[in-house]
């Protein structure tokens, strides 16, 4: 029986790759997302309750446990076997959902995230990128997109998406420490555009610029970076923003490229 659950992106689900039906209610898939975040440990009905809702009704306790049933009877519709998984826990109370190593894409991309950053803080920047770029590539869209609940999975699917950014962030050092394209410069641009109130893209593209010959495009990043940290947060830009200007301002090659080592 091969498995498949998906959170970067929409919830979905598959069996032997017979996808799920789970669009018959919003708070369904909030449930087994809970159930999947949780990483195989015990969660509580108090966790799962605030999991679902900020403001809990007073009905919650029961809706979670309608919830739940409706999500075995799916469970089982697709196979016995993996309804077997969703296990009421007597002892403490709550509810344990196992799975695989590889069944959950959350778990994939951090796996291959977290690898993909030791080789790159190791200065294996090949496999670093070619690590990063498998973990990126599992994502395909905001995660869990089709989750509505408005409880605390609402700051764990928001850690998602900055685990995402900071990989991104990952592949673009590794790639830098490869070489400079220009394709590689429309990507990073795409990025400051995505966050502009990151230092790091900023950081990379004034370094990317630097490194393809346009010290005059690097310097005008910066004040491009100030503007932006200066009007949305009346702030100046960091202090690592303002050093890699001084390098560049100074055509300090050796402070630039320490730069790359965070």
Do not use: C
Not at 136 to 146: H, Y
Not at 204 to 224: C, F, I
């Amino acid at each position: 029986m091969e498995i498949r659950f998906a959170l970067l992106g929409t919830l979905e689900a598959s069996v032997d790759g017979a996808v799920l039906s789970l669009d018959a209610a919003a708070m369904l898939r909030a449930v087994l997302a809970a159930l999947l975040l949780a990483g195989g440990q015990r969660v509580s009905n108090r966790r799962l309750v605030q999991s679902l809702w900020a403001t809990p009704p007073r009905s919650a306790l029961s809706n979670l446990r309608s919830y739940l049933a409706r999500v075995r009877a799916i469970l089982g519709n697709a196979d016995p076997r993996l309804a077997a998984r969703l296990v009421t826990v007597s002892d403490g109370g709550g509810y344990l959902f196992t799975l695989g190593p590889k069944e959950l894409d959350v778990n994939v991309f951090s796996d291959l995230a977290r690898r993909g950053q030791a080789h790159l803080r190791a200065g294996d920047h090949a496999s670093a990128a070619a690590l990063l770029h498998d973990a990126l590539a599992l994502w395909r869209g905001p995660a869990g997109d089709n989750i509505t609940a408005t409880g605390t999975i609402t700051q764990q699917l928001a850690d998602l998406d900055e685990q995402r950014i900071i990989a991104t962030e990952d592949f673009v050092d590794a790639r830098l420490a490869l070489g400079a394209t220009s394709s590689l410069l429309h990507d990073i641009r795409a990025l400051v555009l995505d966050q502009p109130l990151r230092d790091r893209p900023w950081e990379q593209l004034m370094r990317a610029l630097y490194l393809t010959g346009d010290p005059a495009g690097a310097l005008g990043a910066y004040q491009k970076a100030r503007r932006s940290f200066g009007e949305a947060l009346g702030i100046e830009p960091s202090g690592r923003l303002q050093q890699l200007q001084v390098a560049i301002l100074q055509r300090d090659d050796l402070v630039i490229a320490r730069h790359a080592l965070r």
